[in-house]
């Protein structure tokens, strides 16, 4: 003898539940990944408009020999004219600095009609008197930058992609999870 099943009634297969946090974390890991290489790219240029256009407190130096006041933690350029950059060649000199060569194809200011480019960078990690001497320059000018585009491109190109690489994995373990329990 058989029996009917009562009317209107139908089965339902046991619903999966983590599907869907399990694809969109395998999908956030992917574009992390591209993330990851591009975002770097990305913040170095935001932070260099940042850095660029926010810095203006310019200093002209002597070409022979000058000095500024740093402040601690601010990043500054020796800038001269594009007709100098092949021959300019400069010694700095303070007590916590660090030098490096700079971009010599980024325009940092414009002064006096003349626009000047990047020669040398130089990080300062303390208030202190800096020295500059150039050889090979006619004008020299020092241009405070400051750090809030190099917080910015860290912020963009680093901890951005890490967080939501960390929120992608979580998904992704938690998705699966879910998924083999159901």
Not at 16 to 33: T, Y
Not at 62 to 88: I, K, R
Request: some cysteine; overall charge negative; hydrophobic content about 45%.
């Amino acid at each position: 003898m058989a029996y009917h099943q009562p009317y209107g009634y139908t089965y339902t297969a046991p619903r999966k539940r983590g599907k869907k946090r399990l694809i969109f974390g395998i999908l956030g890991l992917i574009a992390n990944a591209i993330g990851l290489v591009v975002m770097p790219i990305v913040a170095g240029i935001i932070g260099t408009i940042v850095t660029v256009a926010g810095g203006a407190d310019v200093t002209q130096l002597e070409p022979d020999g000058g000095s500024f006041q740093a402040s601690s933690w601010s990043l500054y350029t020796v800038a001269v004219p594009e007709s100098d950059l092949e021959t300019a060649t400069c010694e700095i000199t303070g007590q916590d600095i660090s030098v490096e060569p700079g971009d010599p194809t980024i325009s940092t200011v414009e002064h006096g009609g003349v626009e000047y480019f990047d020669l040398y960078d130089i990080t300062v990690y303390g208030d202190q008197e800096v020295t500059v001497a150039c050889e090979g320059a006619e004008d020299v000018l020092v241009a405070e930058l400051g750090m809030l585009g190099m917080l910015i491109g860290a912020g963009i190109g680093v901890v951005l992609p890490v967080a939501l690489g960390i929120l992608a994995l979580v998904m992704t373990i938690s998705g699966a999870v879910a998924l083999m329990r159901s």
